[in-house]
C-alpha cells in the first residue's frame, strides 16, 4: 500500500473528502450534498444512506483530482457531526419521526425536541452533569434517545443499534462497531477512568436502564486514530479504494477541526493551554484542551482523552452560526437562498457600505443571534434570537446592514465564551480558527477585531480534512501515536491581529450585548 490518506468530514449539508499526503499536504478535495428535512423548528433528521452515497461520491472525485490510485491510499478518517443514527437488529434504518419513513434515520445534532427530556436529566442534579456544564443539552444523545423511546415505541422496540454518525460510517466502512472515545464520552455521557465507565444508576433514573444492549454500545471506548480494521468489500468496491485500506476510529467534526488546527502542538502542553481553537461552520465551537480537568458551568465538558491522550477537552460554543446567516437571508424580503455567489455578494456590498460609513456602518442595529438556543456560556436551548434597531426598510442594503451587524454579534459571541474559559486560566489573547469560516475573510477579521485576540488562520487549505488523516496516519502506522501523527502533519498558521482602533466600538457593542441578554431574561419572567 501507498501513504496517501483519504479524510471524509460529513457537516450538516453536505460530505466532504480529501486526498492528503503523509506530511499533511492536500492533494485534492471534493464534496456533495446531503439531503435534511425539517419537520420543525425542532426536529430534523438525515438519511444515514443518503449522507453513505455522498460520502462515495465525494471520495471518488477526490480521488480523481488528486490523480490518486487506490493502491496509493494507506488508511481513511472519517469525522461527522454528532447526529444520532438509529438502525434494528439487522443493521436495516428505523424511522425517529412519527409518521416518517424508515430511511430517515438520523435525528441531525442541532435537532431540539428532546427539550423537556433534556431538562429532566439536568433535574437530577448527578454527578455525570460535571461533564456538560451541570446542564444537559437536548443536543446530547441520551435525551434524544429518552423522546425516542417515549414518543416512537415502535422504533425503540425493534432497535439494535445506535450510533454517533461518525460511528456509523466507521461501522460502513469496516463492519467494526466499535465506537470513538470522542463521541462515548462528550455525547453519550460515558466516562474514561470513571468506575463504571458508564453511569448505570443514571440511565436507570431517567427510563435508559437498558439502553446500553438497546444501543448495542461496547463496555470500552475506542481512542481516536485507533485502526479498526480494513475496508469491507462492499464498503471498498462503493469507495473505489482497495481491502485492504485501512479504517480509522474517528471524531467528532470539531474536534477534527481542532486536532488539524493545534494537534501539532500535542508534545507542548504549556501552549495547548495558550491556544484554544474555534472551529466555526453551521455552528461555532471552541475547543479547549488542558492537562487537568477543569469543569465551568454552561460549558461542555471536561471529557478525558477525547481528542489527544494525556489532555482533558473543553468545548464552549455557539448552536448556531453559519445557520443563523441562512435564516437570514431565507428570511428578509431581498435575501433570497443563501449560495455561496449570495453570500459574497452580501460581503462585497458589506465592504462597500463600511469603506463610505466607517465605524458608525449599522451602529444602531443590535441582535442576540441566539436563534436555536444558547450553547454556551449561558447553556440556555430556550433562548430566543433579539433584533434591536428595525426600521421600515427592506432594500438590499438593509439586509446588508442585518447580515453584519449578526456577524459582529456572533463575534461578540464568541469573545463572551473566551471570557468564560479565561476565568479558567486559558488564554483569551490568541485563537487558532479552523472550518469554513476560515476561508471567509469577512469572518476572519471580524473575529479578530470583535474578541481582540489574535487569529491564527491554518496554512492547511481544510484544517477539518488535514485532522481526518491525522487519524488515517495513525491507524495505517506511518506514525506511532496520534500526537506523532499531528506533529508530524502540522501545517502551521498565518496571524491575524486585531485592529485597535474598532476596539471602542466593539467594547460598546459588547455592553449592549451584555444588557440585551439582561432585558431577555427580563422579559421572559414576566407573566
Not at 446542564?135 to 434517545?145: D, N
Amino acid at each position: 500500500m501507498g501513504e496517501l490518506l483519504v479524510a471524509v468530514d460529513v457537516g450538516t449539508g453536505s460530505a466532504r473528502a480529501g486526498v492528503l499526503t503523509a506530511s499533511g499536504r492536500l492533494l485534492g478535495r471534493a464534496e456533495q450534498p446531503i439531503a435534511m428535512r425539517r419537520i420543525s423548528a425542532q426536529q430534523a433528521e438525515h438519511n444515514s444512506e443518503d449522507i453513505w452515497r455522498a460520502v462515495v461520491g465525494s471520495v471518488r472525485n477526490a480521488m480523481a483530482t488528486a490523480g490518486a490510485a487506490p493502491s496509493n491510499i494507506a488508511a481513511i478518517g472519517f469525522d461527522a457531526t454528532c447526529s444520532l443514527v438509529v438502525r434494528g437488529r439487522k443493521g436495516e434504518p428505523l424511522p425517529v419521526a412519527v409518521g416518517a419513513e424508515p430511511g430517515w434515520d438520523t435525528i441531525v445534532w442541532l435537532d431540539h425536541r428532546a427539550r423537556v427530556e433534556a431538562d429532566e436529566c439536568t433535574a437530577t442534579g448527578h454527578r455525570l452533569l460535571t461533564h456538560f456544564g451541570r446542564v444537559m443539552s437536548p443536543e446530547m444523545q441520551l435525551p434524544k434517545l429518552m423522546w425516542l423511546k417515549r414518543h416512537l415505541p415502535e422504533t425503540w422496540a425493534a432497535m439494535g443499534f445506535a450510533f454517533d454518525l461518525v460511528d456509523f460510517l466507521t461501522f460502513r466502512a469496516s463492519g467494526s462497531v466499535a465506537r470513538s472515545q470522542s463521541a462515548l464520552a462528550c455525547k453519550w455521557g460515558w466516562g474514561s477512568g470513571e468506575k463504571p465507565a458508564w453511569p448505570v444508576d443514571f440511565l436507570q433514573r431517567v427510563g435508559l436502564g437498558e439502553l446500553i444492549e438497546r444501543a448495542g454500545l461496547p463496555a470500552v471506548a475506542t481512542p481516536p486514530g485507533t485502526d479498526l480494521g480494513p475496508l469491507t468489500e462492499a464498503a471498498a468496491a462503493q469507495l473505489g479504494l482497495l481491502p485492504q485500506t485501512r479504517v480509522a476510529a474517528g471524531l467528532i467534526d470539531a474536534h477534527a477541526g481542532a486536532l488539524g488546527a493545534l494537534g501539532g502542538l500535542a508534545g507542548r502542553p504549556g501552549e495547548l493551554e495558550q491556544n484554544p481553537c474555534l472551529v466555526a461552520g453551521t455552528s461555532n465551537s471552541i475547543v479547549a484542551l488542558a492537562a487537568e480537568a477543569r469543569p465551568l458551568h454552561g460549558v461542555w465538558g471536561p471529557y478525558r482523552e477525547a481528542i489527544l491522550p494525556g489532555t482533558w477537552l473543553l468545548e464552549a460554543g455557539q448552536s448556531a452560526s453559519g445557520a443563523v446567516f441562512e435564516h437570514l437571508l431565507r428570511w428578509h424580503r431581498a435575501g433570497g437562498e443563501p449560495t455561496p455567489e449570495r453570500h459574497q455578494a452580501i460581503a462585497d456590498r458589506i465592504a462597500e457600505l463600511r469603506l463610505a460609513e466607517g465605524p458608525a456602518f449599522a451602529a444602531d442595529l443590535h441582535v442576540l443571534p441566539d436563534f436555536h438556543g444558547n450553547r454556551s456560556p449561558l447553556a440556555d436551548a430556550s433562548a430566543f434570537g433579539v433584533i434591536s434597531g428595525l426600521t421600515l426598510e427592506a432594500d438590499f442594503d438593509s439586509l446588508c446592514r442585518l447580515y453584519w451587524r449578526t456577524a459582529v454579534a456572533i463575534g461578540l459571541g464568541v469573545r463572551q465564551n473566551l471570557e468564560a474559559l479565561g476565568t479558567l486560566g486559558f488564554s483569551t489573547e490568541t485563537l487558532l480558527l479552523a472550518g469554513g469560516h476560515a476561508r471567509n475573510e469577512l469572518l476572519v477579521g471580524l473575529y479578530a477585531d470583535a474578541t481582540g485576540a489574535v487569529i491564527v488562520e491554518p496554512n492547511a487549505a481544510d484544517a477539518v480534512l488535514l485532522g481526518g488523516a491525522m487519524l488515517a496516519a495513525t491507524a495505517a502506522g506511518i506514525y506511532p501515536s496520534l500526537a506523532a501523527s499531528a506533529a508530524a502533519m502540522e501545517q502551521a498558521g498565518t496571524v491575524r491581529r486585531p485592529d485597535a482602533s474598532m476596539k471602542p466600538y466593539y467594547d460598546r457593542d459588547y455592553r449592549v450585548m451584555l444588557e440585551m441578554q439582561q432585558q431577555r431574561r427580563a422579559l421572559a419572567g414576566v407573566k
